[in-house]
């Protein structure tokens, strides 16, 4: 989700309420978690980690909690996104307390 609020921002296509959301919530989650690319500058490095993706553990019900308002701006801009819970993601790349980065499974 951050990914693609982000992406947006750096589109010009928030308001100025959504931006300072997506400023003040940003700053929030670097004060709060590590973010995997200061472990691993490589972990979503396209060539290395094809698809790679965050996923939050279930018990970090406290990083959930500030998702609402990233949903909201993407509901508000058309970005279909929706909540995926699983016990086997894909390959596990990075792993802390809060989250794991995996790659996914490859089917079909």
């Known amino acids: 989700m951050f990914g693609l609020v982000n992406g947006l921002a750096a589109q010009g296509r928030l ?6 959301f997506r400023r003040e919530n940003n700053a929030w989650y670097e004060a709060n978690f590590t973010n ?7 972990v979503y490095d396209r ?3 094809p698809r790679a993706a965050a996923w939050f553990k279930l018990s970090a019900g406290h990083l959930m909690q500030r998702m609402s ?3 909201s701006i993407l509901a508000a801009h058309d970005v279909e ?5 699983s ?18 499974h490859v089917t079909g």
């Open 15 to 20: 308001s100025d309420a959504e931006e300072r």
């Open 36 to 42: 995997p690319v200061t472990v691993d500058p490589t």
């Open 47 to 49: 060539s290395i980690n």
């Open 69 to 71: 308002g990233y949903l």
């Open 81 to 85: 996104c929706m909540r995926l819970e």
């Open 87 to 104: 016990t086997d993601p894909g390959r596990i790349i990075y792993e802390d307390n809060e989250q794991v980065v995996v790659v996914p």
